[in-house]
């Protein structure tokens, strides 16, 4: 190595690549963010959306199903449990 080498300072670090970090990112701006009119929503986000929208209402006319299933076999077990006590009570006699 030089002498004049070791007598310089290292250079100093590169500014940061990333917006919104550095020095220019803590100076204030005015009041924050400036609100921009939402540009449409792309292709792939809408159909995202009736995704999510048909999986809800699958779900729910799924849960509706289950619930009414639920009554039916409910109501029939009260059937065929009256039934037998009724058969039960007649062979007891």
Request: a positive charge.
């Amino acid at each position: 190595m030089r002498s004049d080498e070791m007598l310089s300072p290292p250079p100093p670090p590169a500014p940061p690549s990333c917006p919104g970090h550095g020095l220019a990112a803590m100076e204030p701006s005015g009041g924050g963010r400036k609100e921009r009119p939402k540009p449409r929503e792309p292709a792939a986000r809408l159909e995202k959306a009736k995704q999510k929208s048909a999986q809800t209402e699958l779900k729910q006319r799924q849960r509706a199903e289950i619930y009414a299933l639920n009554r039916v076999m409910t109501e029939l077990e009260q059937q065929q449990f009256d039934s037998f006590c009724k058969q039960m009570q007649g062979s007891g006699e």
